[in-house]
């Protein structure tokens, strides 16, 4: 391992953080674990990562991008897009159903904070998308708030539902296990049916 390149070394780095954090979760990624993982000293990963928020947020930034392979393929402009939208929802919720670790890292910012590596431009991107179908979904019938606004609002509902319900809360409180009929209400509610009078391109 210690013959490998730089470059080699850090991406091994990288992905035995992705392997340990969906193995055991967030509290597996301490430094001496990455390093162990890729048969290096505990010391090793600092020649690449500066600190371990630095390499924290590479581990997360596989996270957002396997996200958008997932969610990038819904930009189709012959499909309908209120049904986009709702698509786009159940895909986040299943990546976090099935990615609950990597799901809470990319989430972490206490963890992410002050990281350069281009985290935020991997997480706008998702965004992007939302509010790109968002912008078609909509019409003056339904609201007239900008879709970036309707789209933050609905992405703060999907985190909502994704958080809660891996937390139990949600199922609990409305007495559903029903996660698609609580995302199809949050859909319903952000990109209401235009009135049957007015014209919609939807």
Known sequence: MQQQSEGGLRT???EVGVDLVARDGVEALSLREIARGAGVSHGAPRRYFPT????????????????ARRIEPLLDEDA???????ELGREYLAFA?????MF??????DLLRGNQI???EDSLRLFEILVQLVARAVTRATTDRPPAVVAGALWANLQGIAQLTLWGSLQLATQTEDVDLLLRTAVEAHLPTPPRSEPTTC
């Open 52 to 67: 371990h928020q630095s390499l924290l947020a590479a581990i997360a930034q596989q996270g957002y991008r396997a996200l």
């Open 97 to 101: 159903r099935t990615n609950r670790g």
């Open 80 to 86: 309908h897009p209120r049904a986009q939208v709702y």
């Open 104 to 109: 809470e890292l990319m989430f972490r910012h």
């Open 118 to 120: 281009g985290l935020r």
């Open 12 to 14: 091994r780095l990288v």
